[in-house]
């Protein structure tokens, strides 16, 4: 939601997504090549989910998730990050704790080779 709304990686998200005037998410086209990291799954998955929600403003897509998504946590302000902890458990998988741990494991290696 961050990066949507333009407070997080704004030069990333602005070529994939942007909000026109009556708050609409849209798509921007990729330039050929650009989604070279992505498989066919990984495509296919985008485009279902655009299909399911490219037609909704944000705060419909956000009022989705608030009632539809179990790792969503009530706050009173602001935001909370949720954890890949609490994704694993809101899809029921059993070994959440070692999925999280991975993950962060992950993007600890990414984010030393990206220092390089």
């Known amino acids: 939601m961050?990066?949507?709304?333009?407070?997080?990686?704004?030069?990333?998200?602005?070529?994939?997504?942007?909000?026109?005037?009556?708050?609409y998410l849209r798509g921007r086209r990729a330039v050929e090549g650009e989604l070279d990291e992505l498989?066919?799954?990984?495509?296919?998955?985008?485009?279902?989910?655009?299909?399911?929600?490219?037609?909704?403003t944000a705060s419909e897509i956000r009022n989705w998730t608030h009632r539809h998504c179990k790792?969503?946590?009530?706050?009173?302000?602001?935001r909370l990050p949720i954890s890949c902890r609490s994704i694993a458990v809101a899809l029921g998988f059993s070994d959440a704790d070692e999925i999280e741990a991975r993950v962060i494991e992950y993007r600890s290696a990414e984010a030393s080779i990206k220092e390089k």
């Open 39 to 56: 498989s066919e799954s990984d495509k296919e998955i985008v485009e279902a989910v655009w299909q399911r929600f490219g037609g909704m």
């Open 2 to 23: 961050n990066g949507i709304d333009g407070r997080l990686d704004k030069d990333i998200w602005f070529h994939y997504l942007d909000k026109d005037r009556g708050n």
């Open 71 to 78: 790792e969503y946590t009530e706050v009173k302000a602001g």
